[in-house]
């Protein structure tokens, strides 16, 4: 069984990375909407990045206690599967806008 205090440090991670990646996120749409396609891209990647950690941290507790490992029922742990997947959703639509703004540049 996992101890509480690592589902916190877990639950802290998957929080910490979901948070950086809607951050670059908006980053990337700050460069888009001032033409700077490229740095956009590269921190639409970034976001991706840090989304991807995160979900491979929850995806491991999930393995666990799909192996028979119990862990206690942590409303933190909750909210973090919470926030990366709503973070994850945002960055998905980041990259929509992104996407967008660079057509209506090359429309002006």
Do not use: C, P, W
Not at 6 to 22: K, S, W
Not at 27 to 46: C, M, P, T, W, Y
Not at 67 to 76: N, Q
Request: aromatic content about 6%.
């Amino acid at each position: 069984m996992k101890s509480e205090e690592e589902l916190i440090e877990v639950a802290m991670t998957i929080i910490i990375h979901a948070g950086d990646g809607r951050v670059k996120g908006y980053e990337a749409i700050e460069f888009a909407r001032n033409g700077h396609f490229d740095q956009a891209r590269v921190s639409l990647k970034e976001a991706h990045d840090e989304i991807v950690i995160a979900h491979h941290s929850q995806t491991n507790i999930i393995q666990g206690e799909m192996s028979g490992e119990k862990h206690a029922h942590s409303l933190l742990f909750a909210h973090a599967q919470d926030t990366l997947m709503t973070i994850a959703s945002e960055v998905k639509l980041m990259a929509i806008f992104v996407e967008l703004f660079e057509k209506m540049s090359h429309q002006s």
